[in-house]
């Protein structure tokens, strides 16, 4: 149903009659009916993009390079780490800092499955899942007595143990320079291959989102929701805070390790200098760029936080004299990233996800004008 805003009473009605009526957009679409409400996709331009989204994904390995293959394949990798910190910290409202130990964590678990026992990838996976359940229980019981700023520096212990004892590991065991990984196998096939990676990391990003998708329209997705606006009320209401805060972590945390698990598996190679505290400020970022509160906006933030130094360098490689400045590339990707995150924190507080929602308004409106979202700027 479509309702232009110059003539609300001609719809409201009919949204007030029905079980269900939300405004998921400004522009005037309600949901009327419990199926609409659950549907993944509202109109039909928005069913034929998701196809030619979808064909476009399949077919994007058969026509790019290999530089581009690997920068995508990295961004569904960042989109999972990023989904699964969204539910945390844009959903329950529970702010980490021990990102990277979590994908550290899986990592390990399946290097070091890998090595010692030969473990194969079917079973490394959910043991990486058990690990990274198991850490989140420990790190999220914190958050039952700590809010705001002492959880955050909690969790952010969380990164140092982990690095710490894959450090010792790799000392112990003699691998100096990190953990090698065989290829592994599925049914007798040799899991190989830009291409094919591609596709495994695209099927597992699909899956994830599908996951918070329909978690969060369950009744725990609910008590995160409530949670985050306010714990006394929640608390009210008949929800267990304790619980759902530590289920909160324990599934975060579980979806975070096997990413590390995957990212080993990938990279045929895991060490602690991959999971820097700057990999977690990274994911931080993810989900503040990508606007808060939103799974789009995680996927929005992991692309742009993965595309943004290899953006960087380009400009610099463009400038005349461009050798002048190769070694002070690293010091620019820093400076550059810690000035967009300023910009978005004053300017754009809704994330890309919020310039989206406008630019989609825009056009859904055209030529009418609007009062923009409840908490957008002008």
């Known amino acids: 149903m479509r309702c232009w805003p110059f003539a609300p009473g001609a719809c409201s009605a009919r949204a ?4 269900v009526s939300s405004q998921p957009y400004a522009s005037g679409y309600f949901r009327t009916s419990y199926g609409q409400d659950i549907a993944l996709t509202q109109t039909r331009l928005q069913r034929i993009s ?24 990295q961004v569904f990798l960042a989109s999972i780490g990023a989904l699964s910190l969204m539910l945390l910290t844009g959903y329950a409202g529970l702010i980490s800092l021990g990102h990277a130990g979590l994908l550290c964590a899986g990592a390990f678990t399946a290097g070091i499955l890998f090595k010692e026992f030969n473990t194969p990838i079917w079973l490394t996976l959910p043991a990486a899942a058990i690990v990274g359940a198991l850490l989140g229980v420990i790190f999220g019981l914190p958050s039952l007595r700590l809010r705001g700023l002492y959880l955050a520096v909690s969790t952010l212990a969380l990164h140092f143990v982990v690095v710490y004892l894959g450090g010792e590991y790799e000392t112990k065991r003699g691998y100096s320079t990190g953990i090698s990984i065989d290829a592994p196998e599925v049914f007798g096939y040799t899991l190989y291959g830009g291409k094919v990676w591609y596709y495994i990391l695209l099927a597992f990003a699909a899956l994830t989102l599908l996951l918070c998708i329909n978690l969060l329209r369950t009744r725990t997705g609910r008590a995160f929701r409530a949670i985050k606006a306010h714990e006394t009320v929640a608390e009210a209401l008949g929800i267990n805070v304790a619980a759902y805060k530590l289920l909160a972590f324990v599934i975060s945390s579980a979806i975070a390790a096997v990413a590390g698990a995957l990212f080993a598996y990938y990279r045929s190679f895991v060490s602690v200098e991959a999971f ?50 190769a070694g002070q590339l690293f010091a620019v990707n820093y400076a550059a990233f810690g000035f967009v995150m300023i910009l978005f924190l004053v300017y754009e507080p809704l994330g890309l996800v919020g310039i989206w929602h406008r630019i989609q308004s825009y056009f ?11 908490g957008a700027r002008k």
């Open 276 to 325: 820097s505290l700057f990999l977690t400020i990274q994911y931080v970022a993810m989900v503040i760029i990508g606007g808060m509160g939103s799974l789009l906006g995680a996927i929005l933030g992991a692309i742009f936080v993965t595309i943004f130094p290899y953006a960087i360098e380009a400009i610099i490689l463009a400038l005349p004299n461009a050798q002048a400045y």
């Open 364 to 374: 859904l409106l055209w030529p009418f004008k609007h009062r923009p979202m409840a």
């Open 50 to 73: 998701a196809v030619v989204f979808i064909i476009a994904l399949i077919g994007f390995p058969f026509i790019a390079s290999n530089f581009y293959l690997d920068l995508v394949t």
């Open 16 to 19: 007030r009659s029905s079980t």
